[in-house]
């Protein structure tokens, strides 16, 4: 079983090479994708994240599923009870149905917006997909029950389709919920391939084409099914810390949310902490959108089912699936290309087996063990302590997702503030000793004047033999030189990342990364 959590650098390299190629120097292919998603208020909220920033993803699918907390039932009165389930936990016995309303539309609800305002976003970026696409791909997968997957439904066929097609590069497959739609698609592959002259070839090619972006397993369907059947699918655990805004409370605070996050059709259906609204009408768990006003215990006094702290009234309510995504983000990373490269949902550190975020903690979560067996995901470790070496860059995603929220209502290019433009080297070659010239350049499309940072990132191979802290001679210029240690071995790689802030409103970021490798 494939984790990029609890991975040796040999399997890390294995990957980079075989996986997620691009142009050496220049524009990079967008990441095919597919989203699975339960009807969660978060799942809500990264949904209008993912569909701002749809200029940056091949958008494959995008499929409602359910969980261990959102299941519709048949309709014919057939109950399910899973110990430990979040009815269990409330003292409830075998339900019918568990928080799923059986109108949902949800994803198609934000396309409506986006149809909206899919003219304002053009004119910021040419490269927004049609709202018809979208619906197009919308599809409805396994929602009956908790981790079913022993049944086929549109959005597993979708998903079944993509697998087994011959466009190029890696299926990035999405769970913000459970993985049963997913776990259908490969079912019906098995159960279509197995024992037959392809079938070798068909697992081949499942085993280098899908990457799994799990937000947890929340119906048991990949420790069940999955990770048994297919263990050498790859999976990119991620956190459910990684959407939130941790450690950046000025950026989910009433008034930063009203001003940047709740603008026209879409900024209307983000949802708020004391908003009034549920997912699901008279839900008890859903205490979020009642709760302004009111006290923790006046919540309970009520009858709600008070799992966390209550915040104040119109707090942007954060998320924790975004993060499945972020590294999917053309920002100028390129950390989809390879995890340990790191990125907006933070890094693999290599050298401690874990995933890692800069500041203020760790991003890692649902952690795995390498292992040919099935095993259950489980949550990493708080940060001893900050990382200083690697950035927090929790802003400039959130600061990205409030721009794109300003495009979907303004008319014009002028009126709204955009990202910088970067070009230079991708990668550049150099031997132990010797000075090589970064030849970047940096410009705003606005006129804003930018701030420059060259950036050491300690994610290449030669961090595993100097931990050090590398830079360049002149760190707040795009063009610079670097001088190569004396003691780099022949291989090794050294991670530079070249930030370009504007001066606009809401600020913005883009990155140039230049890998040199030692020759």
Sequence with gaps: MKYFTLVSFAAAVLLAAGCCKAPKDGGVQAPRTIVTCDPELDDNNSMIRFLLHATDFQIDGLVYTSSRFHWLGDGKGTTQFIPGGEYDN??????TSWRFNPEERFIDDIIDAYEQCYANLKVHDSRYPTPEYLRSVTKWGNCVFEGDYSYDTDGSNLIKENILDDKPGPLFI???????????????????????????????????????????????????????????????STNAQMGRYSGNPSLTDPEWTAKYMTLGPIGSLVRLWGDGKQMVPGDMTDFIGPSAGKTREEMAAEGYYVWRAIEPQGTLYSDGDSGCFYMLIDNGLRAWQDPTWGGWSGRWDITRGEPQSGHPAYMGNNVAQMSRRPVLLRQAAPAPSEDHTFPNMVPERNLSEAARMKWSVTP????????????????????????????????????????????????????????????????????????????????????????????????????????????
């Design 174 to 236: 999405q769970a913000w919920g459970g993985s049963s739609s997913i776990a259908a698609a490969l079912r019906s592959i098995e159960d279509q391939y197995k024992g037959t002259p392809e079938w070798d070839t068909i697992v081949k090619k499942v085993n280098e084409k899908v990457i799994l972006c799990l937000s947890g397993d929340q119906d048991n369907a990949y420790n069940k099914y999955i990770a048994v059947n297919w263990p050498d699918v790859w999976v990119w």
């Design 412 to 519: 014009n290019f002028a009126d709204a503030n955009h990202y910088p433009v970067i070009s230079g080297p991708f990668e550049l070659t150099a031997a132990p000793g010797e000075t090589v010239k970064i030849k970047a350049k940096a410009s705003d499309p606005d006129g804003d004047a930018l701030t420059l940072k060259w950036w050491y990132f300690p994610v290449g191979t030669y961090v595993l033999t100097n931990a050090e802290a590398l830079s360049v001679d002149s760190p707040d210029t795009a063009q610079t030189t670097f001088t190569v240690p004396a003691d780099a071995k022949s291989g090794d790689t050294i991670h530079f990342v070249l930030q370009a802030q504007d001066g606009g409103d809401p600020v913005l970021t883009r990155y140039l990364r230049t890998i040199i490798t030692v020759k």
């Design 90 to 95: 409330m003292g409830l016995g075998p339900q």
